[in-house]
């Protein structure tokens, strides 16, 4: 892992699986960031190169243990594609609806002395709708393009062109979709004061700030396996499915 101030975030994030967790931890950006470089990153958010750079040689090491994270850099689209639905999407439509009416009864205990709140929610509410549609339309158009793209060309077939022209378009547009999530995931975090539960917080107030910042996480890892593993690959598919028309 040499040179690893020049590396880009999204590169090491897929390169080391335990680096996620790290970023995680860290408050470095390795989903909509992952452009960024480890060094610019690391300056951003008041960090040691060194330290981080030695904290990603040990999750290195980790990855080589026999419970490592599944590479997804290998394998078939579709298998990934299955993980990011039946993981992922499953989990984010869960919650979304069981934090909907959880924000309703801590907002109407806690609101009068906690007016933070109706603002978190507000910003909750943007984000269940936009995501609630963001993954329909993967499920609907992006995700069934590209199995059917990989479909076709194990099976050396022609590859019908796409209506929406490439699929460079519908990974572009739900790219942009990753970065207002994430701004969105930011207002919510810093609303909360990194989710800081207040001294008078009832055992529903502790559930909502867990699960806000459990459902954080989880779209982290989720919007990093698009963007830097499944739409990289589909493109990169794409441009080979060239052959085979």
């Known amino acids: 892992m040499a040179n690893l101030a020049t590396r880009t ?10 680096a996620t967790r790290l970023f995680e931890k860290l408050g470095i950006d390795y989903c909509c960031g992952g452009s960024s470089s480890l060094e610019a990153a690391c300056s951003i958010a008041g960090l040691s190169l060194e330290e981080v750079s030695l904290s990603l040689e040990q999750a290195k090491e980790t990855e080589k243990q026999p419970n490592a994270s599944k590479d997804w850099r290998q394998g078939r689209l579709s298998e990934l594609i299955s993980h990011i639905m039946t993981t992922h999407h499953v989990f984010t439509r869960e919650e979304l609806a069981r934090l909907n009416p959880l924000f309703d009864k801590v907002c ?6 906690h007016p933070e709140l109706f603002t978190i929610c507000k910003s909750f509410g943007v984000l269940s709708q936009e ?5 329909h339309k993967e499920e609907q158009v992006l995700f069934p393009y590209i199995l059917r793209m990989e479909q076709e060309m194990l099976a050396h077939r022609a590859v019908p ?3 929406f022209g490439t699929v460079q378009n519908p990974v572009r ?3 942009k979709e990753h970065e207002k999530a994430g701004d969105l995931l930011v ?5 909360s004061s990194n989710f800081t539960v207040p001294a008078d ?6 559930s909502l700030y867990q699960s806000l910042a459990a459902l954080e996480e989880d779209l982290h890892q989720h919007i990093h396996l698009e963007n830097n593993l ?16």
């Not at 109407?108 to 002395?113: I, P, Y």
């Not at 917080?201 to 502790?206: I, L, N, T, V």
């Not at 690959?233 to 052959?243: H, L």
């Open 9 to 18: 975030i999204g590169d090491l994030a897929t390169e080391v699986p335990g």
């Open 108 to 113: 109407s205990v806690h609101g009068k002395n």
């Open 131 to 135: 995501l609630t549609l963001h993954m």
């Open 161 to 163: 062109s796409p209506p």
């Open 173 to 175: 547009m739900m790219m």
């Open 187 to 191: 207002q919510i975090r810093k609303g």
């Open 201 to 206: 917080g009832c055992s529903s107030f502790r």
């Open 230 to 245: 499944l739409f990289p690959r589909a493109v990169e598919m794409e441009g080979s499915a060239q052959n085979f028309r």
